[in-house]
Protein backbone atom coordinates (compact mmCIF):
# COMPACT_ATOMS: atom_id res chain seq x y z
CA UNK A 1 0.00 0.00 0.00
CA UNK A 2 1.29 3.70 -0.83
CA UNK A 3 2.65 5.46 2.24
CA UNK A 4 1.40 9.53 1.94
CA UNK A 5 2.80 10.55 5.13
CA UNK A 6 5.46 9.38 8.04
CA UNK A 7 5.97 11.85 10.87
CA UNK A 8 9.30 10.83 12.19
CA UNK A 9 10.51 11.63 15.55
CA UNK A 10 8.47 14.58 15.71
CA UNK A 11 9.39 17.93 18.99
CA UNK A 12 7.75 20.54 18.84
CA UNK A 13 7.82 23.37 21.88
CA UNK A 14 6.50 26.94 23.01
CA UNK A 15 8.31 29.58 24.33
CA UNK A 16 6.63 31.31 26.94
CA UNK A 17 7.11 33.87 30.14
CA UNK A 18 7.14 30.77 32.56
CA UNK A 19 9.69 28.77 30.38
CA UNK A 20 9.59 25.88 27.81
CA UNK A 21 6.54 24.10 26.91
CA UNK A 22 7.31 20.88 25.62
CA UNK A 23 4.07 19.79 23.56
CA UNK A 24 4.75 17.64 21.68
CA UNK A 25 8.27 15.12 22.18
CA UNK A 26 8.78 12.74 19.94
CA UNK A 27 6.27 11.35 17.90
CA UNK A 28 6.24 8.86 14.84
CA UNK A 29 3.46 7.31 13.00
CA UNK A 30 2.95 6.76 9.14
CA UNK A 31 -0.28 7.13 6.96
CA UNK A 32 -1.43 5.18 3.92
CA UNK A 33 -3.56 6.09 1.11
CA UNK A 34 -7.14 5.92 1.33
CA UNK A 35 -6.53 5.03 5.19
CA UNK A 36 -8.42 6.73 8.18
CA UNK A 37 -5.75 7.37 11.39
CA UNK A 38 -7.23 8.48 14.46
CA UNK A 39 -5.39 10.19 17.37
CA UNK A 40 -6.90 10.21 20.48
CA UNK A 41 -6.07 11.55 24.03
CA UNK A 42 -7.35 13.62 26.67
CA UNK A 43 -7.23 17.68 26.23
CA UNK A 44 -3.49 18.93 26.56
CA UNK A 45 -2.15 15.91 25.04
CA UNK A 46 -0.24 17.41 21.59
CA UNK A 47 -3.27 15.75 19.49
CA UNK A 48 -4.19 19.47 17.75
CA UNK A 49 -0.06 20.42 18.09
CA UNK A 50 0.92 17.19 16.29
CA UNK A 51 -1.80 18.10 13.38
CA UNK A 52 -0.54 21.75 13.12
CA UNK A 53 3.05 20.78 12.96
CA UNK A 54 1.91 18.79 9.77
CA UNK A 55 0.35 21.65 8.15
CA UNK A 56 3.31 23.71 9.69
CA UNK A 57 0.98 25.77 11.09
CA UNK A 58 2.74 26.55 14.34
CA UNK A 59 3.11 30.15 15.25
CA UNK A 60 6.74 30.98 15.07
CA UNK A 61 7.37 32.70 17.86
CA UNK A 62 6.39 31.54 20.57
CA UNK A 63 5.84 27.82 18.75
CA UNK A 64 8.91 25.92 17.10
CA UNK A 65 9.21 22.67 15.33
CA UNK A 66 13.21 21.58 17.26
CA UNK A 67 13.54 17.93 16.04
CA UNK A 68 12.16 15.66 13.46
CA UNK A 69 11.10 15.30 10.07
CA UNK A 70 6.84 15.53 8.17
CA UNK A 71 7.32 13.58 4.89
CA UNK A 72 4.43 13.66 2.29
CA UNK A 73 4.92 12.19 -0.39
CA UNK A 74 8.00 11.58 -0.28
CA UNK A 75 9.18 15.23 0.49
CA UNK A 76 9.96 16.91 4.04
CA UNK A 77 7.22 19.27 4.86
CA UNK A 78 9.07 20.48 7.68
CA UNK A 79 12.17 21.29 5.81
CA UNK A 80 9.90 23.94 3.31
CA UNK A 81 9.86 27.53 3.36
CA UNK A 82 6.46 29.38 3.84
CA UNK A 83 5.66 30.24 0.47
CA UNK A 84 6.13 26.54 -0.74
CA UNK A 85 4.02 25.41 2.07
CA UNK A 86 1.35 27.91 0.97
CA UNK A 87 1.17 26.01 -2.62
CA UNK A 88 0.60 22.97 -0.25
CA UNK A 89 -2.03 23.80 2.42
CA UNK A 90 -5.74 23.53 0.49
CA UNK A 91 -4.53 21.61 -2.14
CA UNK A 92 -2.54 18.55 -1.55
CA UNK A 93 -3.17 18.88 2.68
CA UNK A 94 -6.30 20.39 3.84
CA UNK A 95 -7.08 20.94 7.10
CA UNK A 96 -11.14 20.86 9.20
CA UNK A 97 -10.90 22.74 12.49
CA UNK A 98 -12.95 22.08 15.57
CA UNK A 99 -15.54 25.74 15.04
CA UNK A 100 -17.15 26.17 12.01
CA UNK A 101 -18.32 29.23 13.11
CA UNK A 102 -14.73 30.76 13.66
CA UNK A 103 -13.64 28.80 10.60
CA UNK A 104 -16.04 30.57 8.46
CA UNK A 105 -15.89 34.37 7.30
CA UNK A 106 -19.00 35.89 8.59
CA UNK A 107 -18.62 39.14 6.29
CA UNK A 108 -18.62 36.64 2.87
CA UNK A 109 -20.62 34.61 1.21
CA UNK A 110 -20.34 30.90 1.21
CA UNK A 111 -20.10 30.80 -2.41
CA UNK A 112 -17.09 33.16 -2.15
CA UNK A 113 -15.33 31.58 0.63
CA UNK A 114 -15.78 27.80 -1.71
CA UNK A 115 -14.55 29.53 -4.64
CA UNK A 116 -11.21 31.52 -3.24
CA UNK A 117 -9.07 28.34 -3.17
CA UNK A 118 -10.04 26.99 -6.59
CA UNK A 119 -9.35 30.53 -8.28
CA UNK A 120 -5.92 31.17 -6.12
CA UNK A 121 -4.80 26.76 -6.48
CA UNK A 122 -6.20 25.86 -9.75
CA UNK A 123 -6.70 28.93 -11.68
CA UNK A 124 -9.82 28.43 -13.52
CA UNK A 125 -12.35 30.48 -14.34
CA UNK A 126 -15.22 32.59 -12.45
CA UNK A 127 -17.98 29.88 -14.53
CA UNK A 128 -15.69 26.39 -13.94
CA UNK A 129 -15.59 28.02 -9.78
CA UNK A 130 -18.88 27.87 -9.28
CA UNK A 131 -20.11 24.55 -11.03
CA UNK A 132 -17.19 23.02 -8.94
CA UNK A 133 -18.77 24.61 -6.12
CA UNK A 134 -21.93 23.08 -6.62
CA UNK A 135 -21.08 19.86 -7.04
CA UNK A 136 -19.28 20.00 -3.91
CA UNK A 137 -22.01 21.17 -2.08
CA UNK A 138 -23.85 18.38 -3.83
CA UNK A 139 -21.60 16.32 -2.56
CA UNK A 140 -21.33 17.05 1.17
CA UNK A 141 -25.42 16.84 0.79
CA UNK A 142 -26.52 20.88 1.07
CA UNK A 143 -29.74 21.08 -0.45
CA UNK A 144 -30.52 23.75 -3.31
CA UNK A 145 -26.98 24.31 -3.36
CA UNK A 146 -27.17 27.54 -6.17
CA UNK A 147 -28.94 29.56 -3.93
CA UNK A 148 -27.31 28.71 -0.50
CA UNK A 149 -24.00 29.87 -2.46
CA UNK A 150 -25.32 33.22 -2.21
CA UNK A 151 -25.94 32.87 1.80
CA UNK A 152 -23.61 33.73 4.47
CA UNK A 153 -22.57 31.41 7.28
CA UNK A 154 -24.97 32.45 9.80
CA UNK A 155 -27.82 31.65 7.71
CA UNK A 156 -26.74 27.83 7.99
CA UNK A 157 -27.36 25.35 10.99
CA UNK A 158 -24.43 24.07 13.12
CA UNK A 159 -24.61 21.08 10.58
CA UNK A 160 -24.60 22.65 7.64
CA UNK A 161 -21.92 25.00 8.54
CA UNK A 162 -19.64 21.99 9.09
CA UNK A 163 -20.56 20.28 5.78
CA UNK A 164 -19.76 23.54 4.35
CA UNK A 165 -16.07 23.51 6.09
CA UNK A 166 -15.77 19.95 4.75
CA UNK A 167 -16.46 21.20 1.20
CA UNK A 168 -13.94 23.95 1.70
CA UNK A 169 -11.30 21.38 2.77
CA UNK A 170 -12.34 19.27 0.05
CA UNK A 171 -12.71 20.99 -2.83
CA UNK A 172 -9.47 20.94 -4.78
CA UNK A 173 -9.32 17.57 -4.18
CA UNK A 174 -6.31 16.79 -1.48
CA UNK A 175 -4.63 13.79 -1.05
CA UNK A 176 -4.60 14.20 2.73
CA UNK A 177 -7.03 15.75 4.91
CA UNK A 178 -7.09 16.56 8.94
CA UNK A 179 -10.21 16.55 10.39
CA UNK A 180 -9.68 18.35 13.61
CA UNK A 181 -12.82 17.37 16.17
CA UNK A 182 -15.08 17.76 13.12
CA UNK A 183 -17.85 16.37 15.40
CA UNK A 184 -17.62 18.08 18.91
CA UNK A 185 -20.01 20.84 18.71
CA UNK A 186 -22.63 19.08 17.07
CA UNK A 187 -25.10 17.02 18.72
CA UNK A 188 -25.17 13.00 18.45
CA UNK A 189 -27.67 12.95 15.25
CA UNK A 190 -25.74 15.40 13.15
CA UNK A 191 -22.85 13.62 14.17
CA UNK A 192 -23.71 10.86 12.68
CA UNK A 193 -24.10 12.07 9.84
CA UNK A 194 -20.86 13.60 9.42
CA UNK A 195 -19.46 10.41 10.45
CA UNK A 196 -21.61 8.61 7.44
CA UNK A 197 -20.00 11.67 5.39
CA UNK A 198 -16.59 11.53 5.82
CA UNK A 199 -16.91 7.60 5.00
CA UNK A 200 -18.93 8.63 1.58
CA UNK A 201 -15.90 10.88 0.57
CA UNK A 202 -13.54 8.85 0.93
CA UNK A 203 -15.23 5.86 -1.16
CA UNK A 204 -15.46 8.70 -4.19
CA UNK A 205 -11.84 10.13 -3.77
CA UNK A 206 -9.72 7.92 -2.34
CA UNK A 207 -8.24 10.81 -0.03
CA UNK A 208 -6.40 9.82 3.42
CA UNK A 209 -8.07 10.99 6.58
CA UNK A 210 -6.26 11.83 9.57
CA UNK A 211 -8.96 12.10 12.88
CA UNK A 212 -7.88 14.05 16.05
CA UNK A 213 -10.61 13.48 18.63
CA UNK A 214 -10.67 12.35 22.55
CA UNK A 215 -14.51 10.32 21.24
CA UNK A 216 -13.93 6.90 21.19
CA UNK A 217 -17.55 6.67 19.65
CA UNK A 218 -16.58 8.48 16.71
CA UNK A 219 -12.93 6.41 16.48
CA UNK A 220 -14.90 3.24 16.72
CA UNK A 221 -17.29 4.47 13.68
CA UNK A 222 -14.71 5.72 10.77
CA UNK A 223 -11.02 4.36 12.10
CA UNK A 224 -8.62 1.90 10.64
CA UNK A 225 -6.13 2.34 13.22
CA UNK A 226 -5.85 4.48 16.25
CA UNK A 227 -2.52 6.08 18.10
CA UNK A 228 -2.76 7.21 21.39
CA UNK A 229 -1.18 10.55 22.59
CA UNK A 230 -0.55 11.63 26.48
CA UNK A 231 1.79 14.15 27.53
CA UNK A 232 3.38 14.66 23.91
CA UNK A 233 4.21 11.38 23.04
CA UNK A 234 2.39 8.73 21.57
CA UNK A 235 2.26 5.72 24.37
CA UNK A 236 -0.02 3.06 22.25
CA UNK A 237 -0.76 2.02 18.61
CA UNK A 238 -2.63 -0.37 16.57
CA UNK A 239 -5.55 -1.39 14.58
CA UNK A 240 -9.00 -0.23 15.88
CA UNK A 241 -9.83 -3.85 17.04
CA UNK A 242 -6.03 -3.82 18.73
CA UNK A 243 -6.75 -0.54 20.84
CA UNK A 244 -10.77 -1.52 21.74
CA UNK A 245 -10.21 -5.12 22.48
CA UNK A 246 -6.69 -5.92 23.74
CA UNK A 247 -4.88 -2.51 24.77
CA UNK A 248 -2.41 -2.93 27.16
CA UNK A 249 -1.26 0.83 28.27
CA UNK A 250 -3.02 1.32 31.25
CA UNK A 251 -3.99 5.10 30.00
CA UNK A 252 -5.48 3.37 27.16
CA UNK A 253 -7.62 1.12 29.18
CA UNK A 254 -8.66 3.60 31.32
CA UNK A 255 -10.08 5.55 28.36
CA UNK A 256 -11.63 3.34 27.55
CA UNK A 257 -13.39 2.33 30.97
CA UNK A 258 -14.34 5.98 31.42
CA UNK A 259 -16.53 5.56 28.26
CA UNK A 260 -20.35 5.63 29.17
CA UNK A 261 -22.27 2.07 28.26
CA UNK A 262 -25.42 1.53 27.93
CA UNK A 263 -25.26 -1.93 28.46
CA UNK A 264 -23.10 -1.52 31.57
CA UNK A 265 -24.26 -2.15 35.13
CA UNK A 266 -21.42 -1.24 36.82
CA UNK A 267 -20.16 2.43 37.14
CA UNK A 268 -17.34 4.70 35.60
CA UNK A 269 -14.08 4.34 36.46
CA UNK A 270 -12.29 7.93 36.06
CA UNK A 271 -8.56 8.73 35.34
CA UNK A 272 -7.66 9.75 38.99
CA UNK A 273 -5.05 12.89 38.98
CA UNK A 274 -3.67 15.28 36.09
CA UNK A 275 -1.63 15.11 33.47
CA UNK A 276 2.20 16.23 34.39
CA UNK A 277 3.21 19.63 33.74
CA UNK A 278 5.12 20.09 30.69
CA UNK A 279 7.40 22.50 31.64
CA UNK A 280 9.85 20.00 32.73
CA UNK A 281 8.27 16.58 31.71
CA UNK A 282 8.83 13.57 33.76
CA UNK A 283 11.95 11.37 32.78
CA UNK A 284 10.56 7.91 32.87
CA UNK A 285 6.73 6.92 31.86
CA UNK A 286 4.49 10.60 31.97
CA UNK A 287 1.52 8.63 33.20
CA UNK A 288 3.35 7.02 36.33
CA UNK A 289 1.59 9.02 39.02
CA UNK A 290 -1.67 7.85 37.45
CA UNK A 291 -1.05 4.46 37.01
CA UNK A 292 -2.18 1.66 39.09
CA UNK A 293 0.31 -0.49 37.96
CA UNK A 294 3.19 1.86 38.21
CA UNK A 295 6.73 0.09 39.43
CA UNK A 296 10.21 1.82 40.39
CA UNK A 297 11.55 1.94 36.97
CA UNK A 298 8.57 3.52 35.43
CA UNK A 299 9.47 6.59 37.43
CA UNK A 300 13.04 6.35 35.95
CA UNK A 301 13.40 5.35 33.02
CA UNK A 302 11.27 5.43 29.69
CA UNK A 303 9.81 2.57 28.01
CA UNK A 304 11.33 1.32 24.80
CA UNK A 305 8.64 0.76 22.38
CA UNK A 306 7.38 -3.11 23.04
CA UNK A 307 5.95 -4.51 19.60
CA UNK A 308 2.78 -6.59 20.46
CA UNK A 309 2.15 -7.59 16.24
CA UNK A 310 3.25 -5.85 13.03
CA UNK A 311 0.80 -3.22 13.47
CA UNK A 312 0.05 -3.19 17.50
CA UNK A 313 2.89 -1.23 19.35
CA UNK A 314 3.01 0.36 23.11
CA UNK A 315 5.28 1.76 25.32
CA UNK A 316 4.76 0.48 29.03
CA UNK A 317 7.28 -1.56 31.47
CA UNK A 318 4.34 -3.90 31.79
CA UNK A 319 5.42 -5.51 28.55
CA UNK A 320 8.89 -5.58 29.02
CA UNK A 321 9.84 -9.51 29.33
CA UNK A 322 12.76 -8.14 31.40
CA UNK A 323 10.49 -6.14 34.04
CA UNK A 324 8.25 -8.88 33.81
CA UNK A 325 10.56 -11.19 35.05
CA UNK A 326 12.15 -8.53 37.88
CA UNK A 327 8.34 -8.13 39.37
CA UNK A 328 7.55 -11.68 39.23
CA UNK A 329 11.25 -12.29 41.19
CA UNK A 330 10.03 -9.32 43.66
CA UNK A 331 13.20 -7.24 42.35
CA UNK A 332 10.71 -4.14 41.42
CA UNK A 333 7.76 -2.80 43.35
CA UNK A 334 4.43 -1.74 42.27
Known sequence: MERILEVNDLHVTFTTY????????????????????????????????????????????????????????GQDLAAYSEKKMRSIRGVDISMIFQDPMTALNPTLTIGTQLMEGLKEHKKISGAQAKAKAVEMMNLVGIPNPEE????????????????????I????DPDLLIADEPTTALDVTIQAQILELFATIQERTGV????????????AKIADRIVVMY??????????????????????QGLLHSVPRLDAKEELKPIAGTPPDLFSPPKGCPFTARCPFAMEVCDKVYP?????????YVDCWLQDERAKRLLAANVLQT
Open 18 to 73: GGTVQAVRGVSFHLDKGETLAIVGESGCGKSVTSNAIMRLIPDPPGKITKGSVIFK
Open 148 to 167: RLKQYPHQFSGGMRQRIVIA
Open 169 to 172: ALIC
Open 208 to 219: SIILITHDLGVV
Open 231 to 252: AGKIIESGSKREIFYESKHPYT
Open 304 to 312: APEKISDTH
